[in-house]
């Protein structure tokens, strides 16, 4: 079992940045891959960037290239997301995902962070 915590988000004005982080509470060698979610009111969730635990391998959805960056902390359990330029289509909670097989199937989940980008 994968226990995803999340610490991060608020509220930040257009161009501005913030740095969301989760912890697995599992220990690291079973999770193939991280990454987070994001779901905007009215749309579904959908994926902003994914991280391979062991390779460090990483894609980002068009809308945040350039401008976000996941990474992960093997000693810590870890992944970042580091969000820069941050625009006022960026708002949505955010969330965390895990998944232990290499179909990229995340079945392990944060509770959610709320991100609020004002213009």
């Known amino acids: 079992q994968v226990q995803l915590v999340e610490s991060g988000g608020g509220l930040v004005q257009a161009g501005g940045s913030l740095r969301l982080s989760c912890e697995a509470s599992?220990?690291?060698?079973?999770?193939?891959?991280m990454a987070w979610f994001r779901q905007a009111p009215g749309k579904e969730r959908a994926l902003v960037a994914r991280?391979?635990?062991?390779?460090?391998?990483?894609y980002y959805a068009d809308s945040v290239k350039g401008r976000f960056t996941i990474s992960r902390d093997n000693a810590k359990n870890t992944a970042v997301l580091q969000m820069n330029s941050l625009k006022p289509e960026d708002t949505a909670i955010y969330y965390c995902?895990?998944?232990?097989?290499?179909?990229?199937?995340?079945?392990?989940w944060g509770q959610g962070t709320q991100v609020t980008v004002s213009s």
């Open positions: 599992v220990l690291t060698f079973s999770i193939y891959a």
């Open positions: 995902a895990a998944t232990t097989t290499v179909t990229m199937a995340f079945n392990y």
């Open positions: 991280i391979t635990w062991s390779g460090g391998s990483t």
